[in-house]
């Protein structure tokens, strides 16, 4: 015979701006148990009461079926005493000072909104912010945690009765979407000439940004984590001007494509790559070009892939309504600075590229470049037959045929932690490569890998590097005792260090081999222990433990330790760094060191 029981169950993981709460509101309704649900900083806590076999029957649900773009890393519970109470309510979010709970990565738009976007009944016809509690912007514009709404650039916005309404309801699809917003009380987009006079606002600056990349021109839109630079890909002339005005020679651009049918007129597309292209993450993904496409050949120069994303906002898909197929799709920049993500910074920097510029008003708090990812046939370095990683997704590893490289972790992914097989005595913060870069905060088992910063070369770069830092410190509670740099001792990223150490000489600074850190990676990535491996890292220059500039690397190596067992030889740098991005440099200084001049007679095409 069945008993009453009252449980109090606390759940972390990714578990805010998912629409977590309304589910549990749900499911305690159907089996008719009392008690509150809570957005805590540390994650969600629940506390119910009703029927014991019913209390387990929730139980099982929330584990099985819990939102989909939830993920619960651990649940506890706890038995309290019974307190009789009437109804399952909502509480608000309670703070606490021991900050725990993860913050989930921004979401594509789901196939509710969308529907409701095209509907002409609806109330947010052509709204290009409309979102859910299944969808829409999170890491680009949250501050801080608990995830509500005053915490988020959207606390600008005071939401109409409308809104309001469906924001208290726990029925409602959106029911406590932070972001929630409608054309009356919500963000609205312009239409700016790059001189900085005002066109058109609302669905008529939408079809005048169609209209003006279909004659070719350059528009900068705004999007969910910065500016991107928009042309026809079939234009070759607009992406010849695009590839002039950004100094960007050969790089290939990225695409978006109306839907997944376009881009398998222009590439082949896999199950696995079909996967991701529409998975909710919405990554740009490298895809095989076929022959013959009316794609511009200088959107991939000399390049035998494309890579292609989907829609992932409102704003995208309107863009795609009136005859427009292909659009490169690049981030908002100059190369070797961070991309744009505020609307005067965009129209400053980015002035000399783009003719037009589609902003809107809602603030993105953190800037995001898309992330690029690609699917390879696994190689495991487990311990187990056919063990591969799906460590960069934050996901447990699974047996699969083909596995997802990513190139560029960011939006979609990031700040969704990665789980080690160890967990970390001392709450650390690595700096990362001086290209490319990438920091990341350790604590316990969880390693926070930051969004792309980019190339750590000019003073725009280093404050988009600095304020993430700080940014992720305050989401995640994480007060670095250990900071680890490159073993460079010019780089901005080891200064950086160095002077927290000054501020802070408590601080414990550790030096990183270049090549050692891209071999431990790579353990870590295939969910290799602790053990020796032979690892060969060719991945350009890095500075070595004898003061050379390393770069062709044969290393013994485990997480913590490395023994150098070859190496290519060493020789001169023509241009000093420029070899560095500029491989035929070495190339030529290799053939040098080893035929002398008369090289130069065998013929080679540089």
């Known amino acids: 015979m069945s008993s009453n029981k009252r449980l109090r169950i606390n759940v972390k993981g990714r578990v805010q701006g998912v629409g977590f709460r309304p589910v549990v509101y749900r499911y305690a309704k159907e089996r008719g148990l009392s008690g509150w649900v809570s957005n805590t900083s540390e994650g969600v806590v629940i506390e119910v009461e009703g029927d014991s076999e019913e209390i387990d029957d929730f139980l099982k649900s929330l584990k099985a ?14 038995l309290l005493p019974v307190k009789n109470e009437g109804q399952f309510s909502i509480l608000p979010s309670i703070a606490n000072t021991k900050i725990r709970t993860q913050v989930s990565p921004d979401i594509a738009t789901c196939p509710e909104c969308l529907e409701e976007l095209l509907d002409p009944t609806n109330r947010r016809y052509l709204y290009p912010f409309i979102n859910c509690t299944n969808c829409g912007p999170r890491f680009t514009i949250v501050k801080n945690i608990p995830y509500d709404r005053d915490k988020t650039t959207m606390g600008n916005f005071a939401m109409c009765p409308q809104c309001q309404e469906e924001y208290n309801d726990p029925l409602n699809r959106r029911f406590h979407a ?8 919500g963000p609205q987009v312009t239409l700016v000439h790059n001189s900085g006079a005002a ?11 169609i209209r003006l990349l279909r004659e070719g021109k350059i528009v900068a839109i705004k999007g969910l984590g910065g500016f991107h630079l928009a042309c026809d890909a079939t234009n070759d002339r607009a992406v010849g001007d695009l590839r002039g005005r950004k100094y960007r020679e050969n ?9 997944l049918e376009t881009v398998r007129k222009y590439c082949e597309v896999s199950a696995e790559e079909e996967e991701l292209l529409i998975s909710w993450k919405r990554p740009i993904v490298l895809l095989k070009k076929k022959p013959f496409s009316p794609i511009s050949e200088k959107v991939a120069p000399n390049n035998n892939y494309l890579g292609f994303m989907l829609p992932y906002t409102p704003l995208h898909y309107l863009l795609f309504q009136e005859s427009l197929a292909v659009l490169v799709m690049t981030s908002g920049n100059i190369s070797d600075e961070p991309i744009a993500y505020e609307n005067k910074e965009a129209m400053s920097r980015l002035k000399g590229i783009a003719d037009y510029f589609l ?12 992330s690029v990812t690609r699917i390879f046939p696994s190689a495991s370095l487990g311990s187990e037959p056919g063990e591969t990683s799906g460590l960069l997704r934050g996901e447990p590893l699974t047996p699969v045929t083909h596995s997802e490289i990513v190139i560029r972790r960011s939006r979609g992914y990031v700040p969704s932690p990665l789980r080690v097989p160890c967990s970390f005595k001392n709450e650390i913060l690595a700096c990362g490569a001086h290209l490319k870069n990438t920091f990341a905060l350790a604590k316990g088992d969880e390693v926070f890998v930051s969004h792309h910063i980019g190339d750590l070369e000019n003073l725009e770069t280093l404050r988009a590097f600095e304020k993430g830092i700080e940014h992720f410190k305050r989401l995640f509670d994480i007060e670095p005792a250990i900071i680890a740099r490159d073993l460079h001792p010019e780089y901005l990223s080891t200064r950086y260090a160095e002077n927290l150490q000054i501020i802070n000489p408590e601080l414990r600074i550790l030096s990183i081999q270049h090549h050692h850190a891209h071999i431990a990676s790579c353990l870590a990535d295939n969910g290799v222990s602790n053990r020796k491996l032979i690892g060969v890292s060719f991945d350009g220059t890095g500075f070595g433990t004898d003061g050379n500039i390393w770069g062709g690397e044969f290393l013994i190596a485990d997480y913590a330790d490395f023994q150098r067992v070859a190496h290519l030889k060493y020789v001169p740098l023509p241009g000093g760094e420029q070899a560095i991005k500029e491989p035929w440099r070495m190339a030529a200084s290799y053939l040098y060191e080893t035929f002398g001049p008369e090289f130069v007679g065998l013929g080679l095409d540089f």
């Open 65 to 78: 079926f819990p939102p989909p773009q939830a993920k619960i890393t651990a649940l506890s519970t706890y």
């Open 178 to 185: 932070q972001p929630n917003a409608c054309p009356q009380c």
């Open 199 to 209: 066109q058109s606002s609302g669905p008529e600056a939408v079809r005048e940004a």
């Open 251 to 259: 790089k290939p651009f990225a695409l978006m494509a109306s839907n």
């Open 359 to 370: 902003l809107h008003d809602r603030d993105i708090y953190i800037r995001c470049d898309d």
